[in-house]
């Protein structure tokens, strides 16, 4: 069994899959925004390791089938943590993969955490070969579409690399998940930073879009930099005007994360028109702060 000396992050939407833990940290882990993996050395815990890990996992479910099935999770969707998985070389993606078919009988999909980088050093026959084994969502964190806004965060990837990275794993039938960051350009390049998202979201037409607001935490060079949260105000009217620029043909929206200042989720392009007018509506309210972040979560 692995060691779980620190927090195992998942995406809210693999809150009912079976997870496993197969690697420590990020690779990048650079990111100043992020505090999610500080102090953990990336490290993959081995082939070996894993192996066993999937056998005794794959035990205990057999063992619960027939008894309190529904308390367990659903073990026809596997996600593989921590941070990027995908950065792991194909030859050792291949072997979990086949090894997770052979133990999981009903195995529907298996989904990661994906960094640009990672995507792009597959070939396309082996990202085709990963979706043959079940290989499903690949998460991504874009953050921003504006490149002064990535490098002003220390994101590895440029908006151009992560457009590239997702439009290939789609070409070989992956799932894009697809995640941005309101607030991360500040007051300055509030606008720039929406505009951009927008376009570098259109091109890559992801099937599922979150949006998320950044909160800064204690744990991230980006909080002791004095950086500056936008005010709540601002966070709202930034988001109403990347979804204004966002024309897309078949993307599920959601932005309901606890740091989000109202819980929104939607279809493109059926529901853009009532997002804007329930943003419109919210903005001219006069409930939202525009002297400070407003309320922040107590937990993210």
């Known amino acids: 069994m692995f060691e779980r000396s620190h927090t195992l992050f998942r995406p809210p939407a693999e809150a009912d899959s079976l997870i496993i833990r197969v690697a420590d940290g990020c690779p990048w882990n650079g990111c100043t925004f ?33 008894k309190a099935w529904k308390q367990w999770p659903d073990a026809r969707r596997i996600f593989l943590a921590d941070g990027d998985v995908m950065h792991l070389d194909f030859q050792t993606l291949e072997t979990m993969l086949v090894s997770l078919n052979e133990k999981f009988q009903g195995l529907a999909r298996v989904s990661v955490y994906a960094n640009g980088a990672s995507i792009l050093a597959k070939t396309d026959d082996e990202l085709r070969r990963l979706k043959e084994l079940k290989l499903h969502t690949l998460y991504m964190g874009l953050e921003s579409g504006d490149n002064e806004t990535l490098r002003a965060v220390n994101k590895r990837e440029s908006a151009e690399e992560m457009i590239e990275a997702g439009l290939r794993a789609q070409s070989a039938g992956l799932r894009m998940s697809v995640m941005v960051l309101i607030g991360l350009a500040g007051k300055e390049r509030s606008l720039e930073h929406a505009r951009a998202t927008a376009e570098a979201v259109n091109q890559m037409q992801p099937r599922l879009l979150s949006a998320l607001r950044l909160v800064t935490t204690p744990n991230t060079s980006l909080y002791h930099s004095g950086f500056k949260m936008i005010t709540e105000y601002d966070a709202v009217a930034e988001l109403r005007e990347m979804i204004q ?27 853009k028109g009532r997002l804007l007018s329930q943003l419109d509506a919210l903005l001219a309210s006069g409930q939202l702060d525009k002297n400070s972040p407003g309320r922040l979560p107590w937990s993210l």
């Open 34 to 66: 992020c505090g999610m993996y500080k102090g953990v050395p990336y490290k993959f815990q081995g082939l070996e390791k894993a192996e066993r890990e999937f056998s005794r996992v794959a035990r205990l479910h057999s063992q619960a089938a027939g």
């Open 245 to 271: 620029g966002l024309e897309l043909e078949q993307t599920v929206f959601r932005a309901d994360h606890s740091s989000n200042i109202v819980p929104l989720e939607a279809r493109f392009p059926k529901d």
